[in-house]
């Protein structure tokens, strides 16, 4: 009996169509087994069906009858195919006709039973399948009905990201692929996936001219079931695995693609199912635009608050570098960057000024000694940034920069150069460098915001080239009448250049910022302009001075102070010089204060013009040694000078290892 079971499950396979039978097995549906199955019950000399007129849901399930896995086998075709019942009736006819030469040899009774448990067991299917209709049609009611749910789950999702992943998902789930991926549209014919399951798969998609034209073009879905007209593009990227490309349309662009993968292939997506994905993609679409959107509108109120308070930097600090900094900053917060650059010309050469990304200042420090020629851009892209017009370099191309490999190492794709222009001239760069995007540079809105960072970025670069100017000519003023002084007292020649550098050697140390330095440098410079009223014969006196040649002496700071006081530019100097001979102690004058009570800037220059008189020539005595002159500042330091100023001073001659100043 086993041969005649094979031969007669052959014989009704056989008149299955092989396409039909392939399409079945990857359903999960296995005609053969099916066959068997039917084949083994008819032939069992176990009682067949229940009696006729009963409910046949409840005899089986759950239950053990000699039918139940035909019933089962089934009811789960029909909850994935809509055609399973004439599917079922197709092979059951197939199972009658391969029954005759098994009833030859049989009794009527025999073929009796058969028929009747033949046609029992048809009517028991015909139910499993209804039964499995009416749980796919309940699973397509839910899935519909998420799809009407959807905008509300993701009301408090504007992060275009976000919802991205949460309907790859939602779609993942609905038609049980196995992959999801969302694509951006990067040209006619190329997508670039972005976000889902790339597995390493980043590489753009080149599309065949039809595929573009009904999926990017139409707006249409596209659906490649691993047929022989399936594209190569596919088969040579996923091996020929079913794939359904689905368009995300809004304001009647396609804005975006979901490509759903499924690598198993066990079956085919319904028309329903094609009908449903189409129907949640167009929500997606609508919700991610409306995403886009409100994050796009995010974006431009950022931007224009950043450039607000950039402009509000530029107006309010000559510090070119805090504003390059600011710069820097704002570039890689708002521009998807990986590393910003602010680099400015120093004659024929570009040197890095501030930065903001992933390069440590450690890196950096050698590189902002070194910086590198215009030329090494290349000669083209020299021409262009010349004439104010940007230059696109690819990583390797970017090498003047950094080396390629530590670019290679952070993802860097492209270096993107805007030029800083000055007075129709080059005064500096800022680099741009981008992650990996396939080949593409900074989109409209980037550009846009780019160019208006670029532009503040300039507009600094110029202030600060006329500030400085400006500053170069106030002191070559301010030069000039410290000249008047050293006519007046030739053995002061130079020694408010060299109490300057000293000054400033401190300030620096001690972390005074540049506008607190550029003070304390007028100040020294004019430190002793009230001598200009001393008397030439009390200067230059080679001994002792008497009470009241010193009493007279002691009135230079208060001189100086109402010399400079008419001078708009050298208001913020002028408690500098009234205050440089008042004492820690509070035996100084003009007004005796003490401690914190001087300003900083006059104790500094206090230590500096102290050290710079010792180590001078004076008409009552020689220059002191350079140990003799450290000796004095120490025992004097708590007394006549801040000893915390002392302290930077005499580190500074340590790490010098002798006067830092040349005389």
């Not at 022989?228 to 304001?251: H, I, K, S």
């Amino acid at each position: 009996m086993a041969k005649i079971r094979e031969i007669l499950v052959d014989r009704a396979v056989s008149l299955v169509a092989p396409q039909f039978e392939r399409e079945l097995e990857e359903q999960g549906f296995r005609p053969r087994d099916f066959v068997a199955s039917v084949l083994d019950y008819l032939l069992s000399p176990q009682a067949g069906a229940p009696a006729s007129g009963r409910s046949f849901g409840p005899s089986w399930r759950g239950k053990n009858h000699p039918a139940t896995p035909i019933l089962s086998s089934a009811e789960e075709l029909a909850t994935r195919n809509e055609n399973a019942w004439e599917i079922i009736k197709e092979l059951c006819h197939l199972v009658t006709l391969s029954l005759p030469e098994v009833e030859e040899e049989r009794e009527d009774s025999e073929r009796e039973t058969w028929r009747k448990k033949l046609h029992e067991l048809q009517l028991m299917l015909c139910e499993a399948c209804l039964e499995g209709q009416l749980k796919r049609h309940m699973n397509l009611v839910e899935r519909l009905r998420e799809i009407e749910r959807f905008p509300d789950t993701i009301a408090s999702t504007l992060d275009p990201g976000t919802l991205t992943r949460v309907g790859l998902g939602r779609l993942k789930q609905m038609l049980d692929v196995d992959r999801a991926l969302f694509l951006e549209v990067e040209s006619r014919r190329r997508l670039v996936p972005v976000i889902g399951d790339l597995r390493g798969e980043e590489r753009p998609l080149e599309l065949d001219e039809v595929t573009a034209e009904r999926l990017i073009r139409r707006g249409e879905p596209v659906y490649f079931d691993r047929g022989p007209e399936d594209g190569a593009f596919l088969r040579d990227r996923w091996g020929g695995a079913a794939a359904l490309f689905l368009p995300l349309v809004a304001r009647g662009r396609t804005q975006g693609v979901v490509l759903l993968v499924n690598d198993r292939g066990h079956r085919r997506i319904s028309p329903v199912e094609l009908e449903l994905a189409e129907r949640f993609a167009n929500r997606l679409g609508v919700a991610l635009e409306n995403a886009r959107l409100h994050s796009r509108e995010q974006r431009k109120i950022k931007e224009t608050v950043s450039l607000l308070e950039l402009t509000r930097t530029i107006n309010s600090t000559l510090d070119l570098e805090e504003v390059l900094d600011k710069v820097a900053r704002m570039t890689v917060d708002l521009c998807g960057v990986v590393l910003c650059v602010a680099y400015l010309t120093e004659g024929d050469r570009l040197y890095p000024r501030a930065w903001a990304g992933f390069i440590e200042d450690v890196l950096w420090a050698e590189e902002r000694r070194r910086g590198f020629r215009i030329g090494q851009v290349g000669e083209e892209e020299t021409r262009l940034l010349s004439e104010g017009r940007p230059v696109n370099l690819s990583y390797r191309e970017a090498a003047f920069a950094l080396p390629p490999d530590i670019l290679y190492e952070h993802g860097v794709g492209e270096v993107y150069l805007i030029p800083l222009r000055t007075r129709e001239r080059l005064s500096g760069l800022l680099a741009l460098f981008y992650p990996s995007r396939g080949g593409r540079g900074p989109d409209e809105e980037e550009l846009e915001l780019v160019n208006a960072v670029a532009a503040q970025a300039s507009m600094a670069v110029e202030n600060a080239s006329l500030y400085e100017d400006i500053e170069r000519s106030y002191f070559s003023t301010v030069q000039a009448l410290a000249k008047a002084i050293e006519v007046k007292d030739p053995y002061t020649r130079g020694h408010s250049e060299r109490v300057t550098a000293y000054a400033l050697m401190i300030a620096e140390a001690m972390g005074l910022d540049e506008m607190e330095r550029q003070k304390l440098k007028y100040a020294a410079t004019l430190h002793d302009i009230g001598k200009i009223g001393i008397a030439g014969r009390v200067l230059n006196k080679p001994g002792a001075l008497t009470e009241e040649e010193y009493s007279h002496v002691k009135t230079h700071p208060a001189l100086g102070d109402s010399i400079i006081e008419p001078v708009e530019f050298l208001q913020a100097p002028r408690p500098i010089i009234l205050h440089h001979h008042e004492r820690y102690d509070g035996k100084g004058y003009p007004q005796g204060l003490k401690g914190e009570e001087i300003p900083l800037a006059a104790r500094i220059l206090s230590v500096a013009d102290a050290f710079e008189a010792m180590r001078s020539d004076r008409p009552y005595r020689r220059a002191l040694p350079l140990e003799e002159a450290r000796k004095e500042l120490l025992r004097n330091s708590g007394t006549q000078f801040d000893p915390r100023v002392v302290e930077k001073f005499l580190e500074i001659l340590d790490r010098c290892g002798g006067d830092p100043v040349n005389r």
